[in-house]
């Protein structure tokens, strides 16, 4: 079962990296890299609505949105933090090294959140497996930001 999480996890980075490339496509062609951002986002919306319409999920009881803690809520506005990456640091650094960047800050990121149990995850322990996985990482980055 764990092998499908793995698969839409591979799909999410592919997604991820051609996200990269239609956002800065969509910065070129309105010449406004702002405005573009925000419709990538109103097209996130529209998406996400048209999926739960479609699902036919219930909407969530009335309370339900306030009693999660503040921070739930910062997901939003790290996203349009991710767009804003994608719209102006991408086309500095090419899809290569912009995605190694994304992926070795995801990665570290995502260790301590485990080993800390932050934010709604599980605690892991970060062992001498993970540290020297996140080594290579910093080390692989290092090399295509140099080559």
Known sequence: MRIIFIIIALSAGIASALQSGANQT????????????????????????????????RLPAAGAAAAAPWWAWA?????????????????????????ASIVTAELITGLLLDHFGLLGFD????????????????????LIAIF
Not at 30 to 47: E, F, G, I, S
Not at 75 to 87: E, K, M, R
Not at 123 to 142: E, F, K, Q, V, Y
């Open 26 to 57: 969509l910065k070129k062609a309105l010449d406004a890299p702002l405005w573009a951002a925000a419709l990538v986002a109103l097209v996130t919306a529209a998406t996400s609505i048209t999926v739960v319409l479609a699902s036919g999920e």
């Open 75 to 99: 997901g939003g506005f790290l996203g349009v933090g991710f767009v804003l990456g994608t719209v102006f640091a991408a086309p500095k650094l090419g899809a290569g090294l912009f995605m």
């Open 123 to 142: 605690m892991h322990p970060i062992g001498w497996g993970r540290i020297i996985g996140a080594a290579l990482m910093i080390i692989g980055l290092s």
